[in-house]
């Protein structure tokens, strides 16, 4: 399935304009918690702001606390601090290790897109977070599922197409409007990796850099 263009549903700009080659592989790859530690970011983000956080769920908003207190903020506190994190908070977050290097090997072989759902006030900080860690290549804002956009980009070449995502509704939806796309999980923070649900049957799971590489390159030769 492939994104139409009609006045409802038109294809985003930056989906539009990814340059991608017809005759070479095709990865397409996730920031957080696959090219960013994203919660740990977050994390130092949120304490500077009077909240902490207690990882015990595969969660975001569920997982912060005000300081003290039994229960986690709600969810208006939550998106103000997103909302905030995205905008300046880029300088919290490093990268995951291995992914800057594995990225730039992989780039000799395959064409690379990053697609992200950020909100789109961040969309300049996250530009300039990836560019600043050895990581700009084309940049796609999505919102919701990412399947839909995934299945657009893969259409565009003839070779094997690889996705790379933490999270697993993004995965499936990517299954099922792509098949022709192999999936793989990846979640970068050690502290997340027992929390986060998986499909192993489905999506082939890996954590770290300096496996996930050498299972790419198999896959795209």
């Given at each position: 399935m492939t994104l139409t263009v009609s006045s409802s549903n038109p294809i985003p700009a930056d989906l539009q304009s990814a340059k991608i080659d017809?005759?070479?592989p095709l990865l397409i790859v996730d920031v957080d918690e696959v090219l960013a530690l994203f919660m740990a970011g977050f994390q130092r983000?949120?304490?500077?702001h009077g909240f902490e956080m207690r990882l015990t769920k595969f969660a975001l908003f569920q997982n912060i606390y005000a300081k003290g207190e039994d229960n986690h903020i709600d969810m208006l506190v939550g998106k103000t601090l997103f909302d905030d994190f995205f905008m300046s908070g880029g300088k919290d977050m490093d990268?995951?290790?291995?992914?800057?290097?594995?990225?730039?090997?992989?780039?000799?072989?395959a064409s690379i897109v990053i697609l992200t759902n950020a909100p789109e006030h961040g969309r300049d900080e996250r530009a300039r977070?990836?560019?600043?860690?050895?990581?700009?290549?084309?940049?796609?804002?999505?919102?919701?599922?990412?399947?839909p956009a995934a299945a657009n980009l893969a259409a565009r070449t003839q070779k094997a197409s690889a996705f790379i995502?933490?999270?697993?509704?993004?995965?499936?939806?990517?299954?099922?409007?792509?098949?022709?796309?192999k999936t793989f999980q990846m979640v970068a923070d050690p502290r997340l990796?027992?929390?986060?649900?998986?499909?192993?049957?489905?999506?082939?799971?890996?954590?770290d850099w300096t496996l996930l590489h050498p299972a790419l390159e198999q896959h795209f030769t």
């Amino acid at each position: 399935m492939t994104l139409t263009v009609s006045s409802s549903n038109p294809i985003p700009a930056d989906l539009q304009s990814a340059k991608i080659d017809s005759h070479r592989p095709l990865l397409i790859v996730d920031v957080d918690e696959v090219l960013a530690l994203f919660m740990a970011g977050f994390q130092r983000f949120v304490e500077r702001h009077g909240f902490e956080m207690r990882l015990t769920k595969f969660a975001l908003f569920q997982n912060i606390y005000a300081k003290g207190e039994d229960n986690h903020i709600d969810m208006l506190v939550g998106k103000t601090l997103f909302d905030d994190f995205f905008m300046s908070g880029g300088k919290d977050m490093d990268p995951a290790p291995g992914a800057a290097d594995a990225l730039a090997n992989l780039s000799n072989q395959a064409s690379i897109v990053i697609l992200t759902n950020a909100p789109e006030h961040g969309r300049d900080e996250r530009a300039r977070w990836l560019k600043r860690h050895g990581m700009d290549y084309p940049l796609v804002i999505n919102s919701g599922l990412k399947g839909p956009a995934a299945a657009n980009l893969a259409a565009r070449t003839q070779k094997a197409s690889a996705f790379i995502d933490d999270l697993l509704p993004n995965l499936s939806s990517v299954a099922a409007d792509a098949p022709q796309v192999k999936t793989f999980q990846m979640v970068a923070d050690p502290r997340l990796r027992p929390l986060a649900p998986s499909d192993p049957d489905n999506h082939t799971r890996i954590d770290d850099w300096t496996l996930l590489h050498p299972a790419l390159e198999q896959h795209f030769t």
